[in-house]
């Protein structure tokens, strides 16, 4: 198995340019998560998906982000318009709803800078 | 009251040392407690994990202490190596199928050799 493949793995912008991060969770896990790495915040959860259906958005921080999961192999967070403070490390994770174990398995993440 | 407190924020030990990273929680309908260990570059990945059930849980080097009554549960590496160096958080969740995490801040850990 490959794992969660994450696109793309760097990601330079500018102020106010559009980023739109890719996520390919683990075949057969009907259950994904994003969230964000910082120094300062540290491993916030900004949404997860269960089936394909958005559970919990609270973390999400703004209107200017934006997640969708249009279907099972899928997803992408999109930030516009972008701004320096959004600089982290995205990462996405997923795991299998049945089965009862509670394992997220994270991909390497997308290290985000917005200039 | 969804808080997990990390502590230490780093920790250096020689190689050969127990290192100990300790995790205090508020919500006691949390039922499920990992550790997960994230090496530069890298996602974090489960290391260990424990139920509110048993007071301790034991995978090789890695120990999970547990103690219900005062909300805390703590990560013990023994014999700690080198390549235990990482950043360790240690998570909580509620209702173990759901799969929300509310994770520390995370400790850094290096080992001297």
């Known amino acids: 198995d490959a794992g969660v493949i994450q696109s793309p793995r760097h990601e330079v912008t500018e102020m106010g340019q559009e980023v739109t991060l890719r996520c390919k969770p683990i075949?057969?896990?009907?259950?994904l998560f994003w969230y964000r790495q910082t120094m300062m915040r540290g491993l916030e959860l900004l949404i997860y998906?269960?089936?394909?259906?958005?559970?919990?958005d609270s973390g999400m921080p703004e209107d200017r982000f934006s997640a969708k999961m249009p279907n099972a192999s899928f997803s992408t967070l999109k930030i516009q318009p972008s701004e320096p403070r959004d600089s982290a490390v995205y990462f996405c994770?997923?795991?299998?709803?049945?089965?009862?174990?509670?394992?997220?398995?994270f991909g390497p993440g997308t290290r985000l800078t917005v200039l | 009251q969804q808080q997990v407190k990390q502590s230490p924020q780093s920790l250096i030990v020689q190689k050969g040392g127990i290192s100990i990273i300790n995790c205090a929680y508020e919500?006691?309908?949390?039922?499920?407690f990992p550790w997960y260990q994230q090496f530069p570059g890298k996602g974090p990945a489960l290391l260990i994990a424990?139920?509110?059930?048993?007071s301790e849980k034991k995978e090789g080097r890695f120990t999970i202490s547990f103690n219900k009554s005062a909300k805390q549960f703590s990560l013990h590496i023994m014999d700690s190596q080198p390549g235990d160096s990482a950043t360790y958080f240690c998570?909580?969740?509620?209702?173990?199928?759901?799969?929300?995490?509310?994770f520390g801040q995370g400790t850094i850990l290096t080992v001297h050799p």
């Open positions: 994770a997923s795991r299998p709803l049945a089965g009862g174990a509670n394992e997220q398995f």
């Open positions: 424990i139920r509110p059930d048993v």
């Open positions: 075949s057969g896990h009907n259950s």
């Open positions: 998906f269960n089936n394909n259906v958005p559970i919990d």
């Open positions: 919500n006691t309908a949390f039922d499920y």
């Open positions: 998570a909580a969740s509620k209702g173990h199928s759901y799969g929300k995490l509310t």
